[in-house]
């Protein structure tokens, strides 16, 4: 039996975890710092062996941010002036950023109605001679039908990069997403399900030659000290990150599985209200929920958000307009009703409290607040 209560619900609490481990970050960081070693060094290569096996790849770079990965993923491949590459116009503005700074042209396709993942279905139709490469963003922690995804690629011998920022853990037919594609994308900025206490970020890939080349690109396009062959950035994961997400990686199946279970209390109680889709995951994927985003109905989003924030339940809009339609991307040409479906979703996505560590009376509160913003 569902009851109300009254306590402020956070959106997402890491807080928590870090409680839970604090003794053994605490631990970690102070080896760290008594060895001096703060950039690169054993503690970053071991967490790239451990991540590299956790995702089922040969090779793992670990590098500054997410937003990093990106980029370095398109200079990898030589990806630049005059190339397309498709990718969903809703997402973090990040997946597309890394396009236009390589000097190539992001290409949106809509998103599928149930997942807010890109659209498959639409790939095809937007390739042009032009197109070099497709980044599916596995958005929500759901993965992108990889299957369906990697046939067309192959059928027009294009890369694919996966954008994994949301959704370290989770897997599509039986596979770890990042390792399905020709290179996998992750972020470790805090809210992530594997998060750590800054900025950080891997690439994964079974292409020796390619994780050579981004290890070149990440330390200033040097392969020997003062020796440098391209332009490259400065982007590398410090010691005390690495030593943080060595002991979260140790953690992160048994948090996902508790995602799993919010999640599927969410689908129990969520799914009786009327005026919610609650979401799904597509037949042949393994999710792991960074966020629970249900779609209000009729344009009643932006009151049920303030009558849940009365209520103390906080949440999220994920996100509040597509980027085809940014001002920053005015210069595309994208229109209004061009790309319906992410617009749509735009209008209706809320990100109701989601954490491993939230607890059963805490999903009262939220499921019993939506309850009476529907039928009070």
Known sequence: MIQSVNHSIPAFDIKQQY?????????????????????GGPIVAGFEQ??????????????????????????????????????????????????????????????????????????????TPNTKA???????????DL???MDIAEAHNLVVIEDCAQSTGA??????????????????????????????GAITTNNPEVAEKLRILKEHGQKNRYHYEEIGVNSRLDAIQAAILQIKLRYLDIWNNQRRQVAARYHQFLNQIPGIIAPQELAGGMGVWNQYTIRVLSNKRDLIRNQLQERGVNTMVYYPRPLHLQPVYAN??????????????????????????????????VIYSLKDCFFS
Not at 134 to 144: A, D, E, K, N, W
Request: charged share 15%; with cysteine; glycine share 10%.
């Open 19 to 39: 409680t839970t481990i604090e003794a053994e970050v605490s631990a970690a960081v102070l080896e760290v710092l008594a060895s001096g070693r703060y950039i």
């Open 171 to 200: 897997s599509w037919a039986g596979q770890k997403v990042g390792s399905i594609g020709h290179i996998g994308c992750f972020s470790f900025y805090p809210t992530k399900n594997l998060g750590g206490c800054g900025d950080g």
């Open 50 to 127: 451990q991540f590299a096996a956790y995702t089922g790849v040969s090779k793992c770079v670990a590098c500054n941010s997410g937003t990093d990965a990106l980029f370095l993923a398109l200079r990898a491949f030589n990806i630049g002036a005059g190339d397309e590459v498709i990718t969903t116009p809703f997402t973090f503005i990040a997946t597309a950023e890394v396009i236009s700074a390589v000097g190539a042209k992001p290409v949106f396709v809509d998103i599928n109605t149930t997942t807010f993942n890109l659209n498959v279905e639409q790939v095809a139709a937007a390739i």
């Open 332 to 365: 595309l040409g994208y229109k209004e009703g061009q790309l319906p479906v992410a617009e749509q979703a735009c209008d209706e996505v809320l990100s109701l409290p989601m954490f491993p560590e939230l607890s059963e009376e805490q999903q009262d509160q």
């Open 147 to 149: 299957t369906g995804l």
């Open 134 to 144: 497709i980044i599916p963003v596995h958005l929500f922690g759901q993965p992108v």
